[in-house]
């Protein structure tokens, strides 16, 4: 068979890449041919056009030697051929030299940045507060801690995960924005490696927050993070010497273990299981999700625990009646034990401390005239007792049967849960085993079914029921959802459609695991929409500044202890009566409740607050509409 000849330019390409793949003699020999293929016709050109050049032809050739000479540093010394070949030598030895001098400089700074992009120096600061982990809380906890140094004049985040630290500091510049005075640091390596550890400087830190992966491995790695600090201390490696450690785990499993390694400093939060219980409080009680938010966020008010002498020896009650721009919510008794809502005749001791809800720390001073109440528009009744309910939840995962078991205990007995999901016998057993843990007060049923299915949806009567759970379930790329939020936001679409063939308004509550996908979600404004990686990034944050407070949100998460409430406000004051919230405040004191805000039901649907006020002027006067919510702290 004949072959045909390659085109010329093909050959000669293909000639140029054989050379140069030589090495490096070979690409030294092409620059060298390049620049004199340059160099000598434009000296050429310079010497014949100008005048005053010499008139011979030897002479000009002279002149353009000089040209290239000094153009390329060789020289360019004229004059008998062993002294020009002796100039040539010297000036290669000395571009030769100075060549290796930049080139190893130039290696050495290339090394340096190198490491420093890997992140492997130590931080060297105090005071500083360290996130271990990357996951979908680290935003969150990031801007927070920032928050909370605001008022900070040097302060330092440090950052360190297993991943790059330029794609880690770009991904924080971009969802946590201006920092501020405070500095943000990432560091490259594994958080389970005593030595890489060290680097952080744990010893130094005031806070040291433990993040856990959204992955099956995610809780283990986070126990050998947490066993990784004390070998750093034991080691001599700068362990957390004084620091708050806080952890999160999803599992309910490997929380022992983990509190055991974390030590007696650590705190450590069960994802999961707080995830549930806001999840089940919130379907009950809407809005209640924007009140934990705003407790929450070191942007609006919060917990504090507050020294106050001129209270020694006065009851709680007088406490709660002092303030006029805080809310006093429990006591911290000597010893640490901390008590939330105690009884409103309990002595406040010289050794107590009182925790507030306050703007600041610094805010929380009891004025010497208590705001007053309006006895008249007080009222003595207690809430209306509560009926049974009918929930229907939406999609099924490792957190439902968590919901059920805690709707069990908090909903009225004779409540029905009907659950519509897919996933086959698998969820049907599931749904089976978590009716028997439920109880008998309350009846699970289960419907099979494809909630992104308008279908569906269309035959469940949505607007029937007292609430509705839409949980983040399992995607389905063959039906082309990428994620769970994508299932999510197409049954809230199909939701929204429900509500208005019906007229009626829907109460819906909603878990997501992308704080990205919130703001898509196709709810009435100021609907509860729990992202479960926020959530737990604000606690983490809220305790790695006071410990004392993983006692509290325990007990406001827990269906036997105290919680928060939002009940109508025509239980408490007159409806269309004009009054101070200072009246709203006595009347629930003397229920056993702590008052600390109210919910304006014409601003429900405004944000960015949604109506939501939480520790309010208690002098502040406004009309009382029996739509209205007070925000209590009571008894389950």
Request: aromatic share 4%; net charge neutral; proline share 6%.
């Amino acid at each position: 068979m004949e072959h045909r000849r390659a085109p010329l330019a093909h050959r000669v390409r293909y000639w140029f890449d054989t050379t140069l793949a030589r090495g490096v003699t070979a690409l030294i020999g092409w620059l060298a041919a390049a620049c004199l293929a340059v160099v000598v016709p434009v000296s050429a050109a310079l010497v014949w056009t100008d005048g005053g050049a010499p008139a011979s032809l030897l002479g000009k050739l002279g002149a353009v030697w000089r040209h290239t000479g000094e153009t390329l540093r060789l020289g360019g010394t004229v004059g008998p051929p062993l002294r020009v070949l002796l100039s040539v030598l010297l000036a290669l030895v000395a571009l030769f030299y100075v060549s290796t001098l930049v080139g190893l400089v130039t290696a050495a700074l290339q090394q340096r940045l190198a490491a420093l992009r890997l992140g492997r120096s130590t931080v060297l600061e105090s005071g500083h507060a360290v996130v271990l982990g990357w996951s979908e809380q680290v935003y969150t906890v990031v801007s927070e801690l920032v928050a909370a140094n605001a008022n900070q004049r040097r302060a330092a985040v440090a950052v360190l995960a297993d991943r790059d630290k330029t794609q880690m500091e770009e991904a924080l510049r971009t969802h946590v924005g201006a920092t501020g005075r405070t500095r943000l640091v990432c560091r490259s390596g594994p958080t389970t490696d005593p030595v890489v550890l060290a680097r952080m400087s744990p010893g130094t830190a005031t806070a040291i927050l433990v993040l856990p992966r959204e992955e099956p491995s995610g809780d283990a790695e986070v126990v050998k993070t947490l066993l990784a600090l004390e070998a750093a201390g034991a080691a001599g490696g700068g362990g957390p010497s004084g620091a708050c450690v806080v952890a999160a785990v999803r599992d309910a499993r490997h929380r022992l273990a983990a509190s055991l390694a974390a030590g007696p400093r650590g705190r450590v939060l069960e994802t999961d299981d707080i995830t549930a219980r806001l999840v089940v409080q919130s379907a009950r009680q809407p809005g209640l999700w924007l009140v934990h938010r705003e407790l929450l966020d070191f942007a609006g008010d919060e917990f504090y625990t507050v020294a106050e002498p001129a209270l020694t020896g006065r009851t709680f009650g007088d406490a709660v009646r002092a303030y006029r721009t805080s809310c006093a919510v429990g006591l911290l008794r000597d010893g640490g034990a901390l008590v939330l809502n105690p009884p409103a005749h309990t002595v406040v001791t010289a050794r107590d401390r009182l925790l507030v809800i306050a703007h600041d720390d610094d805010t929380a001073v009891p004025d010497d005239r208590p705001p007053p109440a309006d006895e008249a528009l007080i009222l003595p009744g207690p809430p209306s007792a509560d009926r049974p309910e009918r929930i229907l939840l939406l999609g099924w995962n490792r957190r439902a049967a968590l919901m059920a078991d805690l709707l069990g205990r908090y909903v009225p007995p004779g409540s029905v849960l009907d659950v519509v999901a897919d996933g086959g016998g698998a969820t049907a057993d599931a749904v089976r085993r978590a009716a028997t843990a439920a109880g008998p007060g309350l009846s699970v049923t289960f419907r099979p079914g494809d909630t992104t299915c308008p279908a569906t949806v269309r035959g469940l009567d949505a607007p029937s029921y007292d609430s509705v759970i839409v949980l983040a379930s399992g995607a389905d790329p063959d039906q082309g959802y990428g994620g769970p939020d994508d299932r999510t936001l197409t049954t809230l679409l199909l939701l929204r459609e429900a509500e208005r063939a019906s007229g009626r308004e829907l109460s819906v509550v909603t878990e997501m695991t992308d704080d990205r996908n919130r703001v898509l979600a196709p709810v009435r404004a100021g609907a509860d929409c729990i992202v479960s990686g926020k959530l737990i990034g604000l606690l983490m944050a809220q305790i790695s500044q006071n410990p004392h407070l993983a006692d509290v949100f325990r007990e406001l998460f827990s269906p036997e202890g105290q919680e928060v409430h939002l009940r109508p406000a025509g239980a408490y004051v007159r409806p269309g009566s004009e009054t101070a919230f200072a009246t709203a405040v006595e009347s629930a004191l003397r229920r056993g409740e702590c008052a600390i805000g109210y919910r304006e039901h014409t601003r429900s649907a405004v944000g960015p607050d949604y109506g939501i006020r939480i520790n309010p002027d208690k002098t502040r006067v406004r009309r009382w509409s029996a739509d209205d919510r007070i925000i209590v702290i009571a008894q389950s």
